[in-house]
């Protein structure tokens, strides 16, 4: 089976915060991916990768560094943490592309709070 | 603009009865389309793929139906169970390779009560 293990589950940080969101995926997938949920929203697309070293802006990328080290591994950085960024952050990885019909395999999520 | 819209918001029907999850998009082109169920503080997770111009999927007690000419997909949940509590979410992938999108609906919040 799949998998994709995001940390921290729950963050809570302040204003102007530095906060780092891992993702680590065992599925040998060239693909990940951060997302945004809101909501009234649909997932939105932060940041993305297609393999060690590479990152590709997404739909919703200001705010958001995100650094891939590794295959399994994909970070997601906001370095000055603003409320807006208050939402619950997904990171997903897939074979060959994530709007190809291979299958999408999600993480749990991470909540992460600016107060 | 909300380029995949889905109906209704939220519902809420009896343990046992079938439902119906609406999803209506404007996404070009429409490659394929996803439906996932998503628990309550849960990652997503796939039910079913469609892709072609008329399809139909079925998967144990879910079965969906994509009409790419009226750009719209259809979620069927039948005998439903209290675990089929969740959030029901379709996304529309606009090619067939690398370089597409997946362009996420809200969400259908369905409430199975006994």
């Known amino acids: 089976e799949a998998a994709v293990t995001q940390s921290p589950r729950n963050k809570v940080t302040v204003t102007g915060g530095n906060v780092t969101l891992s993702c680590r995926q065992t599925n040998s997938h060239n693909y990940m991916y951060w997302y945004r949920q809101d909501t009234g929203h649909g997932l939105r697309l932060i940041h993305y990768s297609y393999g060690a070293g590479n990152l590709q802006i997404g739909d919703v990328p200001d705010g958001y560094k995100a650094t891939r080290t590794t295959q399994e591994d994909f970070f997601l950085l906001l370095e000055l943490a603003s409320p807006s960024q208050t939402s619950l952050y997904f990171c997903?990885?897939?074979?060959?592309?994530?709007?190809?019909?291979?299958?999408?395999?999600f993480g749990a999520g991470t909540r992460l709070s600016v107060l | 603009k909300t380029q995949v819209e889905q109906s209704p918001q939220s519902l809420v029907v009896r343990q046992g009865e079938n439902c119906v999850l609406q999803c209506n998009y404007s996404v070009t082109p429409d490659n394929h389309l996803r439906w996932f169920k998503q628990d309550t503080g849960k990652g997503l997770v796939s039910l079913t793929v469609?892709?072609?111009?008329?399809d139909k999927t079925s998967n144990g007690r879910y079965s969906a139906t994509l009409d790419k000419d009226a750009k719209h997909s259809t979620l069927h949940i039948t005998a439903t169970l209290l675990d089929d509590t969740a959030t029901y979410i379709c996304?529309?992938?606009?090619?067939?390779?690398?370089?597409?999108?997946?362009?996420f609906g809200a969400g259908t919040q369905l409430i199975v009560i006994p």
């Open positions: 997903a990885s897939s074979d060959a592309g994530g709007a190809s019909q291979n299958t999408l395999y």
């Open positions: 469609l892709v072609d111009q008329k």
């Open positions: 996304v529309v992938g606009d090619r067939g390779s690398a370089l597409g999108r997946l362009h």
